[in-house]
Nanobody, 126 residues
């Protein structure tokens, strides 16, 4: 069984930066592709970043491209989400997710992921 624990959320002002972390435990981290999703009140869960298990392939939707960067450290069993130039519309609960995967694949859809963290709140004030 996999456990995911996010950290790093908080209250910031528009234009600020935050780095979220997600620690993965229970199975070999380098076998899992990782994703970050967010969900704001009254809205559907939204994909914001994905990274392959190895090789560093990434994918972002247009809403965050150029502002968010996903990375991973397989030695530390941790995936990161660096968020720059934050906007009030980035306010949401951010979840990391993992999927047992072939090395080169990035997964974009929430339903394809196997495991989820509990989430960390990010609030951006204007």
């Amino acid at each position: 069984q996999v456990q995911l624990v996010e950290s790093g959320g908080g209250l910031v002002q528009a234009g600020d930066s935050l780095r979220l972390s997600c620690e993965h435990s229970g199975r070999t981290f380098s076998n899992f592709a990782m994703g970050w999703f967010r969900q704001a009140p009254g809205k559907e869960r939204e994909f914001v970043a994905g990274i392959s298990s190895v090789g560093g392939r990434t994918y972002y939707p247009d809403s965050v491209k150029g502002r968010f960067t996903v990375s991973r450290d397989n030695a530390k069993n941790t995936v990161y989400l660096q968020m720059n130039s934050l906007k009030p519309e980035d306010t949401a609960v951010y979840h990391c997710a993992s999927k047992y995967s072939r090395p080169e694949l990035v997964w974009l859809t929430a339903s394809t992921y196997d495991y989820w963290g509990q989430g960390t709140q990010v609030t951006v004030s204007s």
